[in-house]
């Protein structure tokens, strides 16, 4: 399901489209995830963006990561052996993500090793993934890409299409809008979010003015900014990560530029308000949809707020939950 949000963000629960491959949830035994360091333990294998331009989602994944193997071992583990991380920085760059990945293989062939990286690193590692029948699995990467990238890449973060397509339907359909610009990430993701939010919003008639790439971790868009003003739009679409998307909106106002802003998952965060403050007013975006009722993430949710100080962003509850990545309800390609 995905979810329309307005004004200020509400972190919740979101159960994930029950697309199913049994394989990874099923017929993949748990004992088969990492090498068995001893008898007393499981080792699940993690390739994770410490550092780099996408280090906030790395850090949320692997908090929410902490707290379900914490959980799980609180219970005796499973069959009486302790879960336990080893984690590998991919550092936000897809040949270093490779590398970590290879170590990872070659040190505990593994059945499993999550990849909690970029779009990018997630392509790069797939091909390894299908050549050794390694399960490639990911909780943050939402290129649509990802989806075609091989019989062992699956991932539990709903596609960025299905977020973009449907930002573009709400923009006509529901906003009146019919000028649109775009203003998206510079890697390999932002082909495909370009091409999902085209293709839906011209069929409804409207008009993209603009389409303009921004490397990721950069401090200054004001190049961008300024041709995507000239374009004249009534809306701009941010298929941004957090940082960039909050210095192009404040880079905006700065120069007098308040068009309306559209968005989605990857801006949900605080610090998206801590960068740029007042600018973001009027800010819409559509999210991954749950039901904050489920008393099993308001558990979560409670013991995460506690713990870290702040509600947890997707990527922490989509590692974090009780059952990921094992039950078959949070998997698909």
């Avoid at 880079?251 to 998206?272: A, H, N, V, Y």
């Amino acid at each position: 399901m995905i979810a329309l949000c307005e004004g200020p963000v509400r972190l919740d629960s979101r159960p994930l489209i029950a697309v199913v491959l049994a394989f990874l949830c099923i017929v993949v035994p748990i004992a088969w995830v990492g090498a068995i360091a001893d008898r007393s333990e499981i080792v699940i294998p993690v390739v994770v963006d410490q550092t780099g331009p996408i280090a906030l989602y790395g850090k949320w994944a692997v908090d929410g990561m902490a707290m379900a193997v914490e959980d799980i071992n609180a219970k005796r583990g499973i069959n009486n052996r302790k879960l336990r991380l080893v984690i590998e920085d991919g550092q936000s760059a897809p040949q270093i993500g490779v590398s970590a990945f290879q170590r990872l293989l070659s040190l505990y062939h593994p059945g499993v090793i999550v990849v909690a990286t970029n779009t990018g690193t997630v392509m790069a590692c797939a091909p390894i993934a299908d050549n050794k029948h390694v399960v490639l699995f990911t909780p943050i990467a939402s290129g649509p890409n990802v989806t075609q990238a091989g019989d062992f890449v699956f991932r539990n973060r709903v596609s960025g299409y299905y977020e973009a397509s449907e930002m573009a339907r709400l923009a006509a359909e529901r906003f009146g809008l019919n000028r649109v610009a775009l203003a998206v990430i510079n890697n390999e993701a932002g082909p495909g979010y370009i091409k999902a939010f085209e293709d839906v919003f011209q069929s409804k008639g409207g008009v993209i003015t603009e389409s303009v790439l921004l490397d990721p971790a950069k401090t200054d868009y004001r190049t961008q900014v300024l041709k995507v003003r000239k374009s004249d739009p009534a809306a701009v679409f941010l298929a941004l990560t957090v940082k960039e998307a909050a210095t192009f909106i404040k880079q905006s106002q700065e120069i007098g530029f308040r068009p309306k802003w559209l968005s989605m998952t990857t801006i949900q965060s605080d610090e998206l308000f801590k960068i740029a403050g007042k600018a973001t007013e009027g800010l819409v975006f559509v999210a991954e949809g749950g039901d904050e009722g489920n008393p099993e993430y308001r558990d979560f949710a409670a013991r995460y707020k506690k713990r870290f100080g702040s509600l947890p962003a997707n990527c922490a509850s989509d590692t974090g939950r009780p059952g990921w990545p094992y039950h078959p309800r949070y998997c698909w390609q």
